[in-house]
Structure formats: structure tokens, C-alpha cells
């Protein structure tokens, strides 16, 4: 199963889909068979610039975070502001995809008090519009209630983390073969980093079998005497994030190990 949330105005000059925290490590290295986890999030905050409408000192900053598991999406955006005259204020984005714009709500500077904030998620405070892809969005900005732009910011390079990890699953050629395989990728400041692992046992000995990534053909590895094969890179070019589909099959074309993601 795939959730493509973490996909991919930023993983792909990546990948990004992202990736944040410096941990790869995976919860449990028992997956039963069958069941695949994938997880991914991201975080990243814009420093809002003060347009030629906004008053002298006006600053700005967003928060976006988003994180996926196993389908299930989280998103949120936090807006901070300081130095813009009292009144209602939109945040609005820029869609990465089309140029369009969305509203996301409005918050309120008082004549109190030049600090303001808003907070916009997918649990509480206000809702995130429907069909919200925090991985399609190109600028942040805050318009005054006539509609003029005080504050923008874009978003540039994603920093995030991907992983994902699914059971080795023996086909016609090698039925009680089983394994676990795992994808694990983090960008960082438009750095890639990419962890790739497959370990399966019970496979045909001494066997010769194509590698094939989303149906691709990507040549040819090898098991041992006994039945073991263990691969740990990537073939060069493969975004680990699109990865849905891993087959080893025999010469004849018969399958002999499967891994769905």
C-alpha cells in the first residue's frame, strides 16, 4: 500500500517526501506476513518577508509539518506574526502544482498587542481545506482585510523522512520462502539519503533471478547454497518512494520472491 502523501513537488527532486529527524530506525522488526508499514514527515518553517504593504518592521514566520502512517494523514500550518497594524488577516498559499491560490482562514491583530498567531491542522483549531497536500505548496503569504500582501515567504527545499517495510513473500518457484524488506530515505537541505534492504531465506539454492522494480527489469542477483539472498542497494536513479512493486523470478519467468509496498 502506498499513501504517496510525502509525494512529491519536493521528494521529487529527491524524493523529498522530506525527511527530518536523524533516526532511520524501524519499530519492530517483526512484520507479519502480508502487512506492510509505511511511514513519512516533514517540517519545515518559512520566514514570512515584509512586503512594501506592510508597516516598517513587520516580520513573520510558518510552521508546516505533516506526518503519514499507514494511510492515516496528519498536517498542520502555524502562522506567527509581529509588527502588522491592527485588524483581519487571510493566510493564504500558493499551490506548487497549478499557481492557484487557497485561503486557509483568518486571525486577528489586536491594538493591544502587535504579536498574533494561527493555527491550522487536520485534528482542531481551524481545519485544513479538503484535499490539502502540504507537499504542494510553493509560498506562504498574509493578506489585510483589502486583500494586499503583507507578509510571503516561499517554501523552498523540504527536509523529511520516509520509511517504509513489508514482508519478503515466496511465489510458485520457492512457496515457503519469506524474508523483510525496508526503505528507508531522509532529505535534508536538498540532500538524499537512502537506506535499502532485502533478506530473504528458503528461496531456490544457487539460483540466478531478476531483479525487477515496479515491473523493470534491473539485471540479475544471486542466492547462496542455501537458499539466502541479501540485497542492500538500490539500482542507480530509483526514487525509493515510488517503489510499489519488487519481484525476483527464474529464468522461465517463474516467480520466486515478491515484495509489495
Known sequence: MRTRYLANAAFAFLFSTALLFASFAIASDKVPKGNSKESAELKQEVVLTATTNAPNGATGTAKLEAKSKDGATESKIEVKVEGLAPGTYTVQITKLS????????????????????AKFDSKDSQPLPPGFDPMDIASISILDSGSLVVLTGEVATLNGKFKAKSPVVGGPASPSASGKAELQSKVKNGVQKTK??????????????????????????????????????????????????????????????????
Open 98 to 117: 497549478d499557481s492557484n491560490t487557497v485561503d486557509l482562514g483568518t486571525f486577528d491583530v489586536s491594538t493591544s498587542n502587535s504579536e498574533a498567531s
Open 196 to 261: 535499502f534492504k532485502i533478506a530473504a531465506k528458503d528461496a531456490p539454492p544457487n539460483a540466478v533471478l531478476t531483479f525487477k522494480i515496479n515491473g523493470v527489469d534491473f539485471g540479475t542477483v544471486s542466492t547462496d547454497s542455501k537458499g539466502n539472498l541479501k540485497l542492500r542497494d538500490l539500482p542507480a536513479g530509483v526514487d525509493p518512494e515510488a517503489i510499489v512493486l519488487i519481484q525476483f523470478d527464474e529464468a522461465d519467468g517463474t516467480n520466486a520472491l515478491t515484495v509489495n509496498f
